[in-house]
């Protein structure tokens, strides 16, 4: 097998034409795949269906300090449910709030707060003429749209397998009054799956922040979902080098349970300092009679107050990790020889990131659709959806079956192939 | 027996020292009795603990859409929860969006909302000098809260057994661009237990607002939460009047399952135009990933969509009305005859509301605290904590257990009266 760019132009021409042959093929089979969503599986949900039996007339109503978890009160959560998240964060249990089923929720309304009153005393955002945020890339959609949706100016960081250009956050952070926020996914990033190094998270925690009220908005969503028993990355926890660093109030983190148990009702919360955390409790103190404490106290108890997640992510990573091998090796297989991508094997996470040939993405995305397969849109995972090289796509394997997935992966890397030869006549042309 | 207005200052001073001695027997009991809050019972959190089981392996966790509720997805409510809030609110279940378990939540992201985007293309509120709210009073505390939060100036909207005083409503809707909004509580309101009569909520949906993105803000927290199975007011239905009178976008309708199935583990929503409607769906598009379906259909299913809701709030009556009665007829035997205060007799809802003489109202809080009995702060059901009169006391019978109450309701008593005597003496003075 031969790099496509090492090929003349009449071998592109000849391989397009195998390839159409290919891909006519599969598109006369008329499939209906997905790997667009980060969803886990129904048998990855069938895992937790003991939880909807953890709270009963036998095993009580009442959370440890006596409040009937049914009833009202209690509005920042209940202690068993701050223990569970706090083993995930891996913090002090009285500094978690837990919140509904979804931490974007939580980020959302954080960040709605800071535009509409200010953090810890610091002008609105809203009274701003320009607020800006930094964006690791590529990263995570939703919460791009949530700064968008706020106007605020996102920055595109480049990131390698440590994580964020640190060079480039600090420039930004430290001179920068405007920058206001930072997004990141720590470990198993969406979608690149890389785990920021110890010198990354140092360097965060140490940012001499222009303006006060800069945060970094830490979105532990992976924290615990290893592929392997056998090789956990750890990554330094941010809470202590942020205090070492004299900065404790620099980070909001954020986590939940949505891919341990239940992805529809599963419980979300925070840890910060008792000073973002004073701050937080004030607005919930107005927005909400209170988040659903059943179900905290539902999660709580399935999940052992946290010692029983390390053997529920056991349970995801055995149905988890055929599908990101499958992925994996297809790609090496097929891509990897060829010269057309590239990509990191995850140890944990969600996602393939897939980095096509600068210009492809768009197009490798549209061929595989016009065959039935649906990917996640190029462009989400940066900010307004514009990815300035046209080349990652990200890659969801958690959904379908693996025959399904299979089936996807075959004609996504038909579309690879296809696109590719294309571009690289065009530029030879 | 006699009225106090009618006493001579010696009479006064008699009943007074008279008072005192049974107000230092309470004292020496040293009870904890709390009449503040409008909480559920624990019995009454019994009825719906078969809810439950609801959702569990062996009835499914599919919505009838074919959702998995256990996962990401349906963010604006499976089917089954809209068929079940539109039972409540008497409206099109294609119109309601389901969101967690708080209305209030809800009630507070659309003026967040409207803060920070403004109401189908209206000019954010946030960048306007100035934003009024009508707050028909005495009325629910937590709503003020979310309008003090924003900075809405807030306007005491007198009301009688009728509702508000809608003359006073149309000269400031009509006339005043600036007001943006309304709080209601049409049917048992919070705390006064009176409904809305059919002139004045045709008169509501008639309103010619001078703002076009005035809203009626109309929580409907008590709609199906009678006490009598044979004497249940009805209310007109405000949808069917903005219709009519040709201004379908002028409410917004909230309610909840929360006082039907569990106060922290229940469902709300609301409804409204498509085209307010079509707003809230962009908005949650980004502030979410979803509410907790699982418990979505977990309320739905025990509710059976609605029909089971008259036989379960007959359930909650068999536990409250007792409790009412006692309020009530405790006031009738003790008050009454002395003409120290008025309330009315409710035929649902949460709360009885006491108006006391003028000037007393805190003086029997703090009274009632030293006794032992904690009742909601005077004020609370004002804009600002501020009753005008330091009249009007909010009674909420619900949680205590019925002996309980009852002594509650003696200190109550003994500390209305003892306030009252001494303001007729200070008066005479």
Known sequence: ?????????????????????????????????????????????????????????????????????????????????????????????????????????????????????????NTPWGKLPEVKFLCPV??????????????????????????????MVEQYVNNDPTVKGMWCVPKFENPEGICYSDEVI????????????????????????????????????????????????????????SKITYAGGGISGMTASENNLSEVRNLMSVSTIGYDKVNMLRN??????????????MKHAAILRPKFELV???????IGPRGIGSWVSPKGGYFVSFHAMKGCAKEIVRLAKEAGVVLTPAGAPFPYGKDPDDSVIRIAPSLPPMGELKDAMEIFMICVKLASVRKLQEELA
Chains 1, 2 share one sequence.
């Open 1 to 121: 097998m031969k790099y496509y760019s090492e090929m003349t132009i009449e071998e592109l021409k000849e391989e397009e034409e195998a390839l159409m042959i290919s891909y006519e093929a599969c598109q006369a089979k008329e499939l209906r795949l997905n790997m667009a969503r980060g969803k886990p599986s129904s048998v990855q949900l069938d895992i937790s269906n003991d939880m909807l039996g953890a709270v009963t007339k036998r095993n009580g109503y009442h959370s440890e300090d006596g409040l009937d978890c049914r009833n009202y009160g209690g509005t920042f959560g209940i202690p068993e449910a701050q223990r569970t998240l706090a083993s995930i964060m891996e913090c002090n249990p009285e500094h978690v709030i837990v919140y509904g089923n979804s931490s974007l929720n939580l980020m959302f309304d954080l960040i709605s707060y800071a535009y509409t009153h200010g953090l810890n005393g």
């Open 138 to 167: 590529p990263g995570y959609d939703r919460h791009f749209a949530v700064t968008e949706h706020f106007g605020i100016k996102m920055i595109n960081i480049p990131m390698d397998e440590n994580g964020p250009d640190m060079d």
């Open 202 to 257: 140092r360097r965060m925690a140490g940012l001499r922040r222009a303006a006060d009220d800069f945060r970094i908005y830490y979105d532990n969503a992976y924290a615990v979902h290893y592929l392997y028993e056998d090789d956990q990355p750890k990554i330094l926890n941010l809470i202590d080098a942020c205090v070492e660093a004299g900065h404790p109030d620099i980070y909001f983190e954020f986590c939940s349970t």
């Open 300 to 313: 709580a108890r399935y999940l052992k107050e946290g010692a029983a997640i390390p053997e529920v992510m």
């Open 328 to 334: 994996v090796n297809m790609l090496e297989e097929e």
